[in-house]
C-alpha cells in the first residue's frame, strides 16, 4: 500500500514537471511572432539574397523563427512600410534611415548592417564624364532612395548637385531596361548588373564608383521598429540569427552552386549569379563576424546627409546611439553558438 502511495506521488510529480515543462515552451513560442521581412527589388536585388537564402535553406526555422521574406520595390518603400506597421523589418538605405529619424524622428533602429556598397554609375555612352550628367535623365531606385542618395555623393564631386540632374525613379531591374531601351544613357547600379546590359549589347562605361568617391559610405541597414524590438525582442533575435547563418553560407565556396540556384532569376543566369558572389563576397558585402554597424562610417553618413541637405536645416542629427541597437547582434550570435 505504501509502495502504491509513494508511486501516485511520483507519478503526480512527473505530471507536474511535464506540464511545467510544457507551459514553459509555449511561453517561449507565444513570444515568438511571425515577422514580415521587406526586402527591396522585384525581382529582388542582390543585397537582398541573404533573406531569400535564409528562407528557401530553411534557416529562420532552425532558428525557431517564423519570418515572410516580401519583395518590394526599394529599401525606401520597405523602410516606410515599417513605420506604419504594415511590415515587421525592411533592408533600407543608411542614408534614407539616418534622414528620417534626424527630420522627423521615426521609431526606427538598426539591428544589422551591410556597410560596403556596390553603387556606380554607369553609361551606354563610352565617352561619358561625371560632368556630361548634367540636365541628363538619370535612373534611380526612388526619389530619396539609397541610389538616388549615393549618386549626389557621386556627382557632388564634379561640382553637381541632384537639382542639377533628371532623376528618374526606376525601382528595382526598370533602369537597366531602361538604359538596355535607349531610353535613358545614365543610371545608378550595381556592379552585378552591369552583366545584364552588356549581355544585351549594352556595353557599359563606369563613370564613377560610390567606394572611389567615399570610403566611407555605409550602404544598407536592418531596420525596425523600436518599439516592436522591445516587445518582441526574442523573434527578432532569431531572425537575426538565420540571417547571419545565410551570409556565412554565402561566404562559404562550397555553397556557390547553391546560392546560384536561389540568386537565377529572368535576366541573371545561375552562372552570373555565382560569379557575382564573389566579388560582392571579397568587399564584405554581408558581414559573417560583426554587426555591420560601423560606428565610423554611419558617423560618416550621418555628416554627409548634414552637409548635402538631406538633414534639414534646424533638425538635430541622429546620433549613433540612436541611430543602432548592436545588441540585438550579440545575442543572435549566443544564439548560433548555442546551436553549433
Not at 177 to 191: C, D, E, K, P
Not at 324 to 334: C, E, G, L, M, S
Amino acid at each position: 500500500m505504501a509502495v502504491n502511495a509513494l508511486s501516485a506521488r511520483a507519478l503526480a510529480l512527473a505530471i507536474g514537471v511535464v506540464c511545467l515543462a510544457s507551459a514553459a515552451s509555449d511561453s517561449v513560442r507565444a513570444e515568438v511572432k511571425k515577422l514580415i521581412f521587406a526586402v527591396p527589388g522585384v525581382p529582388p536585388i542582390f543585397a537582398s539574397l541573404i533573406a531569400h537564402v535564409a528562407a528557401q535553406e530553411s534557416l529562420f526555422k532552425k532558428f525557431g523563427s517564423d519570418v515572410e521574406v516580401r519583395n518590394v520595390e526599394s529599401g525606401t518603400t520597405g523602410a516606410r512600410a515599417v513605420v506604419a506597421g504594415d511590415v515587421d523589418l525592411s533592408l533600407s538605405p543608411s542614408p534614407l534611415i539616418v534622414n528620417q529619424i534626424s527630420n522627423a524622428d521615426v521609431d526606427l533602429v538598426g539591428i544589422y548592417g551591410l556597410p560596403n556598397p556596390s553603387f556606380l554609375l554607369a553609361s551606354t555612352d563610352p565617352n561619358a564624364t561625371c560632368k556630361d550628367v548634367a540636365g541628363q535623365p538619370v535612373g534611380v531606385d526612388a526619389i530619396g532612395g539609397a541610389r538616388a542618395n549615393a549618386l549626389a555623393q557621386m556627382i557632388v564631386t564634379c561640382g553637381l548637385k541632384l537639382d542639377d540632374v533628371k532623376q528618374v525613379a526606376l525601382p528595382s531591374t526598370a533602369t537597366q531596361q531602361s538604359m538596355i531601351a535607349s531610353v535613358i544613357r545614365f543610371g545608378v547600379l550595381h556592379f552585378d548588373e552591369i552583366p545584364v546590359l552588356e549581355a544585351q549589347g549594352k556595353p557599359i562605361k563606369v563613370v564613377l564608383t560610390l567606394n572611389d568617391v567615399s570610403k566611407d559610405s555605409h550602404f544598407a541597414m536592418v531596420v525596425v521598429r523600436r518599439a516592436h524590438l522591445q516587445k518582441y525582442r526574442e523573434s527578432y533575435v532569431r531572425a537575426l540569427a538565420a540571417v547571419v547563418t545565410a551570409a556565412r553560407f554565402m561566404a562559404d565556396p562550397r555553397n556557390a552552386e547553391r546560392f546560384g540556384e536561389i540568386a537565377a532569376r529572368p535576366g541573371r543566369t545561375k552562372e552570373e549569379a555565382k560569379a557575382a558572389l564573389t566579388r560582392f563576397v571579397a568587399i564584405g558585402y554581408w558581414p559573417t563576424d560583426a554587426d555591420g554597424l560601423d560606428r565610423g562610417k554611419l558617423e560618416a553618413v550621418i555628416a554627409t546627409q548634414v552637409n548635402t541637405g538631406g538633414i534639414r536645416p534646424g533638425k538635430p542629427p541622429v546620433s549613433y546611439e540612436r541611430l543602432v541597437d548592436p545588441t540585438v547582434w550579440n545575442d543572435a550570435v549566443a544564439l548560433i553558438g548555442k546551436s553549433s
